[in-house]
């Protein structure tokens, strides 16, 4: 596995944008997506942080299937409503100008929602959901995904890892955030299982034959050629009431297609009929809600926050020490890497010291050389 050392934010925020702009990306947009990335990181998620810098992004955009060069159209617009084409640019530039347009909206009507086809990888929806709660709104994001997750009952991988994302301001030092999969574990975790070496836990993956799958980079592997499905949240069959993260991700899937017309299921495998790469053409959706329209923001989180304390302060279980509520564990790793810096394992160095020399960045100086 190696050794993870820790880099300096402003090193790879410096580092991440000079690739992107070699890559074509415009510096404005290369800006917005290297902090995206980061925001990951300092969350602690790093299934969607530096660890994806270069499989997802470089190399698509290597790969002619990303465009680093992101045109946003929009094809209908209300006053509270808008839906946009992403015309298969940068999903994270896309992402946060769909989600600004939300909060406009919602600043002057109470509520906004914009839809997004034909985009791309997005980065963590937490990211955008939070953009809401440092205005005083309630965020809700959501995307669908190349097919990963079975139906309850099926082996064949049908539907995205669907994230359903809600971001709600409190009076507490953070932010109550759930950002999820609705499936066990997305794809970008057991990326991770296979960069560190790790077998994927059983239970989380099915293979054709109905049997639980445990090698990571096999089912990387599987998974892409539709030889294997992840479990959707609560497990497989109806028994841990699978069928609830089976109905989750179906609701993401619908949001992210049927309001802005856009690609869904096998439509986002990534293939054309002869296995050649073409771009996901994914969609995502962004809902804004403005607290100060109901009973004002103040009493809004004053309410949020004693619902979580309240829950924070429950009785525990035998041996537990303490209760958390989303956003919080999220929060203290953020405190805990703020001087630290990035934690990054061997794999991901070798891989920024490569892309580094090649595009002859002199100027950058890793902590891990």
Same mark, same amino acid.
């Given at each position: 596995?190696?050794? !993870?050392?820790?880099?300096?934010? =402003? ?9 992107? +702009? ?6 404005? %947009?290369?800006?917005? #997506? ?6 990951? %990181? ?16 470089? %190399? ?27 015309? =298969? ?37 937490? @990211? @955008?959901?939070?953009? #809401? ?12 995904? !190349?097919?990963?997750?079975?139906? /309850? ?26 950002? #999820?999969? /609705? ?11 296979? !960069? ?36 959707? $949240? ?11 993260? @089976? ?26 009929? =002869? ?6 053409? $994914? ?7 403005? /607290? ?32 958390? /509520? ?15 810096? +990035? ?11 490569? $892309? ?14």
């Amino acid at each position: 596995m190696g050794e !993870r050392i820790y880099e300096k934010w =402003n090193v790879l925020d410096e580092f991440m944008q000079a690739v992107f +702009v070699k890559y074509g990306v415009p510096k404005e %947009d290369a800006a917005i #997506c290297a902090d995206i990335l980061l925001e990951s %990181d300092r969350r602690g998620i790093e299934s969607h942080g530096c660890n994806r810098f270069k499989p997802i992004y470089i %190399d698509r955009i290597k790969d002619g299937i990303l465009n680093p060069v992101t045109n946003i159209e929009i094809l209908k617009e209300t006053e509270t409503t808008a839906v946009l084409d992403g015309h =298969n640019g940068m999903g994270m530039v896309v992402g946060k100008k769909a989600m600004e347009m939300a909060i406009d909206k919602a600043k002057k009507h109470g509520l906004g929602m914009t839809a997004v086809r034909n985009s791309t990888h997005y980065g963590i929806a937490g @990211y @955008y959901a939070t953009m #809401c709660t440092k205005e005083n709104m309630i965020g809700v994001t959501g995307t669908n995904a !190349r097919p990963s997750i079975a139906p /309850t009952f099926g082996v064949e991988n049908m539907l995205g890892t669907n994230p359903l994302t809600f971001g709600i301001p409190t009076d507490e030092e953070f932010p109550f955030v759930l950002d #999820c999969a /609705t499936s066990i574990s997305q794809r970008g975790k057991i990326e991770y299982f296979a !960069r560190m070496g790790m077998d994927t836990p059983e239970g989380m993956v099915i293979g054709r034959d109905g049997q639980a799958l445990t090698d990571s980079p096999q089912i990387l592997k599987d998974l892409t050629s539709a030889k294997a499905a992840l479990a959707p $949240l609560g497990g497989i069959g109806d028994s841990l009431a699978g069928y609830k993260g @089976y109905g989750y991700a179906t609701v993401v899937e619908i949001l992210s297609a049927a309001l802005q017309d856009g690609s869904f299921l096998k439509d986002l495998g990534g293939l054309d009929e =002869n296995g050649n790469k073409i771009p996901y053409p $994914l969609g995502h959706f962004f809902l804004a809600i403005n /607290t100060e329209a109901f009973l004002g923001a103040e009493a809004f989180k004053k309410t949020a926050g004693a619902i979580l304390r309240a829950l924070r302060a429950s009785e525990k279980a035998p041996g537990q020490e303490q209760i958390f /509520t989303a956003g919080e564990k999220e929060h203290l790793v953020w405190l805990e890497r703020k001087e630290k810096g +990035v934690p990054l394992n061997e794999a991901v160095q070798k891989e920024f010291k490569k $892309l580094r020399d090649e595009l002859g960045l002199t100027d950058i100086h890793f902590a891990f050389e």
